[in-house]
């Protein structure tokens, strides 16, 4: 657990992202952060050390990171974990058996599945419904509701949830309010300053993204909260290696600008894909026709690079998604290259059928994670696998 520097918290985005959180290097004046390869810290006498005593506890590369992001979210507190879906972990560790999570009906498909093959059986129960719909959360709250837990945008429908709205429906009922923020990222909506006390993020994604290493992190503006989920970073100790909190750290100096040429790409090829004659709809909140636009333009200040279309025949979308030459198939997202999948086979494989098809998550559906290249050879590689569809 780490606690950002005031002094961040008073200078602009893309300051943050190159420099909040770390410390000038004391034996040599390194510009990058130290990766602290160690499992352990001499001590200078019983009971008298540097404040460092064991690296699942404490490593300063891993701090750098905690406080960087922190600073990003616009909150106090960062946590670290191996993996998005172990910072999920420790999200659901602060609730008890017997108690009630009311969770977005289309999370993470590895969301869903830890909350229903692994927290059930712990004596969680949870409900999953549309956070779209205000109302759709508040029929869901029983007396036992200990947590809401949203994405916004969704993956792959980019279904819009209200922050505000939802965290104020939280709060009366007396319950946490965790948004996983992976796929906005925080160059464009920061949950803490809608009412969020945690956000998710998966490091994997936009923030690293660089496609090369596995992270999670989370961020809390409240003290009660920071000290309990830093009990839980110890004490499961899913906490992620110094080498790859390092990676991260470096990827995010270049994230707001990576994050604007995503979405520029993002908002063109939205529009392009619009046009296209086979393409029967195209899911990005940034487009006037998407049914949240309002909204996304209150809470969100760009719109990114994450995109489904809706080509109507299951045939078609499958030849789509293996035509094409930039655009990699691959699972993941929010890496500088594009990537394309196609959700009902691969990364929502584990959602059940029939909830797929009540979102609207087709067999013909594909999800596009535009990348930062050329956005001319782009449209070029969809137009040619289009055509080949
Ligand atoms: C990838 C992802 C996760 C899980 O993160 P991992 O780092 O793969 O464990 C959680 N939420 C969202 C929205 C994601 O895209």
């Not at 296209?276 to 996304?296: D, I, R, T, W």
């Amino acid at each position: 657990m780490s606690r950002v520097f005031d002094q961040d918290l008073e200078r602009r985005f893309g300051t943050r992202a190159v420099h909040a959180g770390q410390t000038l290097d004391p034996l040599a004046g390194a510009v990058m952060s130290p990766i602290y390869q160690t499992s352990t810290y001499v001590q200078e006498a019983l009971g008298r050390h540097k404040g460092y005593e064991y690296a699942r506890t404490q490593n300063p590369t891993r701090e750098a990171l905690e406080r960087c992001v922190a600073a990003l979210e616009g909150g106090r507190y960062g946590f670290a974990f191996g993996s998005g879906l172990a910072a999920l972990d420790a999200i659901l560790k602060l609730c008890s058996a017997g108690d009630h999570v009311v969770c977005g009906e289309n999370v993470y498909g590895g969301t869903h599945r830890a909350m229903t093959q692994i927290w059930t059986r712990m004596g969680l129960t949870f409900t999953f419904v549309d956070t779209g719909e205000a109302d759709e959360i508040r029929r869901a709250l029983t007396p036992k509701t200990r947590m809401v837990y949203v994405e916004t945008p969704t993956n792959p429908m980019m279904r819009l949830t209200d922050l505000a709205a939802a965290g104020e429906i939280a709060r009366k009922a007396g319950a946490l309010f965790a948004v996983d923020n992976t796929f906005a990222s925080p160059l464009f909506q920061q949950p803490l300053t809608f009412g969020a006390d945690l956000v998710l993020h998966s490091t994997t994604k936009f923030l690293n993204g660089h496609s090369d290493m596995i992270g999670g992190i989370l961020v809390t503006g409240r003290d009660d909260l920071a000290e309990r989920i830093g009990f839980l970073q110890n004490s499961s100790g899913a906490v992620p290696g110094p080498m790859d909190c390092w990676l991260a750290l470096r990827g995010i100096k270049t994230f707001p600008l990576r994050m604007r040429q995503h979405d520029a790409n993002g908002r063109r090829i939205a529009e392009w894909l619009t046009a296209h004659p086979k393409v029967k709809k195209v899911y990005y909140p940034g487009l006037p026709s998407h049914p949240q636009h309002e909204l996304a333009r209150r809470q969100m200040s760009g719109f990114g690079s994450m995109l489904s279309l809706e080509l109507g025949d299951v045939a078609r979308a499958r030849q789509f998604a293996q035509s094409t030459r930039i655009f990699a198939l691959a699972e993941s997202l929010g890496g500088v290259e594009s990537l394309i999948g196609h959700p009902a086979s691969m990364t929502h494989a584990s959602v059940p059928a029939a909830l797929r098809q009540k979102m609207g998550l087709t067999d013909s559906l594909v999800r596009l994670s535009v990348g930062i290249e050329d956005a001319d050879d782009l449209i070029a590689d969809l137009d040619q696998a289009l055509a080949a569809a």
